[in-house]
């Protein structure tokens, strides 16, 4: 699986959009882009993933360059729930095989304040 | 309706002691995974179960380890002669499918040998 590089932490003020970068440069055309997050002592939670157009739903957009190098995680309006530790995931999507364990990395520490 | 849930939340064990950790994935899900989160480290994957079987055991640390399915529903993970490193939270997870993208998360249980 592709590596990921992500800042290890970012402040956001409440009500403003929320825009996590991941840096994934050695992605491989059938790996799909994964975000995940943790809020402290959960269990990490399911936000967003895609392969290469941008993808939206009712907690984030996610954002993939054209070159697939990059991605961003876009939290639209921040609130002080969106505090959490957040993790870009690559992985091959599980229809071309293998098993869809995750590796997570560091993440980056999201702070929401007032 | 219910989600990932585990027992018992929090764990404290003598060293050498063996412990038993149970995980009742979302009714219907034929995959389930076993991940752990230790201080200062990130979530590492242990162990894949899709039905009753575990077709990737990759990331069990030792043989101390050892993981079981039964009816394809709740999971027991075993550590026997428990070890001060053993210390960490256990997060089970399950999805759908063998090929769902969306793995959901329980709680975790926190152990701590002493």
């Not at chain 2, 230790?38 to 179960?49: A, H, N, P, R, T």
């Amino acid at each position: 699986d592709a590596k990921t590089t992500q800042p290890p932490s970012m402040d956001c003020a409440e009500g403003r959009a929320a825009n996590l970068p991941c840096n994934h440069s050695t992605i491989s055309g059938n790996e799909y882009v994964y975000w995940y997050r943790q809020i402290h002592s959960q269990g990490p939670q399911y936000i967003i993933h895609g392969l290469k157009n941008n993808e939206t739903n009712e907690m984030a957009s996610l954002i993939i360059t054209e070159d697939r190098k990059s991605s961003t995680l876009i939290l639209p309006h921040a609130t002080l729930r969106d505090t959490a530790v957040y993790y870009c995931i690559v992985r091959v999507s599980p229809l071309s095989g293998g098993y869809n364990k995750l590796i997570f990395g560091a993440g980056t520490r999201l702070a929401v304040h007032p | 309706g219910a989600g990932v849930s585990q027992s018992p939340s929090n764990k404290v064990t003598e060293k050498g002691k063996d412990v038993e950790l149970r995980c009742d994935p979302i009714s219907g899900h034929t995959a389930l995974y076993w991940y752990r989160q230790s201080l200062g480290q990130g979530l590492e994957f242990l162990i894949y179960f899709q039905g009753n079987s575990a077709p990737d055991k990759s990331g069990l640390p030792s043989d101390r380890f050892s993981a079981e399915r039964t009816g394809g529903s709740v999971s027991t993970l075993t550590i026997q002669r428990t070890q001060q490193e053993d210390s960490a939270v256990y997060l089970c997870a399950s999805s759908a499918t063998w090929n769902s993208y969306e793995q959901y998360f329980g709680p975790g249980t926190r152990l701590t040998v002493t």
